[in-house]
């Protein structure tokens, strides 16, 4: 592959955008979340480049991203508390598992052949106009290495990606800075993945969620798959580091790096990605990041959910 372009949110920006993926080439998009990896998802091909580009197991079911409701539901089945969820939650960073419909048009490897399928209406400005200009699904996974930290800004993605996508669309830094929260509706509510919106939110909505039964998220904790990875050893519910080791906060107290001085569980939840990456900068080979304990409510399941994966034996 050629050298990665780097595009702006311009209408000339777009539609270079629209245009490469419209040749089943690829782009990385900004959502609110994280960028977002983008190819078309009714394109064998393209989803396969996806793949390929992240060095991702195939089996790993990827989320079709699309500009309203409307749209969605060609894709997949909403009864009438999917719909209900839907008008309340997006645009926004919530993904729904639903019924995939039998003439969604989908590429199979977008769904790992399942026949469910997850789709995510973004609230991003500028992932909104490229969905509009390029008129049809994206299959879209975080814009990173498999594994490894997710990308919050253009320049964390060409730090993974250069030369093995056609482009990155940069939309600055994103607001949310977790990915979206994934809700199963294909039977019971459930909770595949906390994000972006917090449980409470959908609770009081539907009552309580099931939990577990997604494949990346087994219930023992010593299964879980190594995922959002820096390269330095991580420790975790660390009350304060240990000689040589790179402490990253979470409130007052003394720290290298802090994911909010306040202790304000959005702010962190926006700053993990960038601050995992630069902590990694700091630690020296063989050094150790301990991170400061982080509340497990709101947005904080969701920055413990990745923290737990960041410090899983690897694979
Ligand atoms: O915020 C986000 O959700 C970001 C941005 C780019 O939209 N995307 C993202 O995608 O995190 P990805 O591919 O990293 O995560 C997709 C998750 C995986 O854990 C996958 O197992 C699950 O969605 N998934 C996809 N389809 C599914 C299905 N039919 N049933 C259950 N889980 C599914
Ligand atoms: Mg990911």
Redesign the pocket.
Known sequence: MNETETLTATPEGLTRAAQILSAQGLVSFP?E?????GGDARSDLAVARIFDAKGRPRF????V?VPDLAAASAFAIFDARAEAVAAAFWPG?L?L?LPLRADAGLSPLV??E?D???I?V?AHPVAQVLLRAFGGPLA????NPSGRV?PTRASHVLEGLSGRIDAVLDGGVCAVGV??T?L?LVGEPAL??P??IATEALEAMLGPLATGG???KPNAPGQLASHYAPGAAVRLNAESALPGEVRLGFGAGQADLNLSVSGDLIEAAANLFHLLREADRLALPGQTIAIAPIPEHGLGRAINDRLRRAAAPRG
């Open positions: 959502t979340t994280v960028y977002g990896l790993n079911p990827l989320i991203h960073p993904t598992v769904t790992a399942l469910s399928v997850a995510r973004p879209a996974p975080s814009a997710s990915e979206s994934i199963g595949l993945r994000g972006g997604n494949a990346q």
